[in-house]
């Protein structure tokens, strides 16, 4: 079992920074992929951006230029920095994490990120 605890979130302005934080503990294995969803009100959950083991990244169209997701794998721990935020990057975020040899999906309990004058 894999517990992904996250913190960072909040209040901020818009044109503003935040970083959000996610540190896995349990059985992880060395192929686990980890990343940050976000749903806002009445909108569908999409993947903000994510980053395998190895370094690859993805990201939605939505941040890109902005979101910079980074992580250190020593300490399990997933970064996203967020920058340029917008009225529209008001969501709850929730740190995620796939175990790719069980296709097993992990949550974190989500935190809240406002952008707002």
């Known amino acids: 079992q894999v517990q992904l605890v996250e913190s960072g979130g909040g209040l901020v302005q818009p044109g503003g920074s935040l970083r959000l934080s996610c540190t896995a503990s349990?059985?992880?294995?060395?192929?686990?992929?980890m990343g940050w969803y976000r749903q806002a009100p009445g909108k569908q959950r999409e993947l903000a951006a994510s980053?395998?083991?190895?370094?690859?990244?993805t990201y939605s169209d939505s941040v890109k230029g902005r979101f910079t997701i980074s992580r250190d794998n020593a300490k399990n721990t997933v970064y996203l920095q967020m920058n340029s935020l917008k009225p529209e990057d008001t969501a709850v975020y929730s740190c995620?994490?796939?175990?790719?040899?069980?296709?097993?999906?992990?949550w974190g309990q989500g935190t809240q990120v406002t952008v707002s004058s």
């Open positions: 995620w994490g796939y175990d790719v040899i069980t296709r097993r999906h992990d």
């Open positions: 980053m395998t083991s190895g370094g690859s990244t």
């Open positions: 349990g059985s992880i294995r060395s192929i686990y992929t």
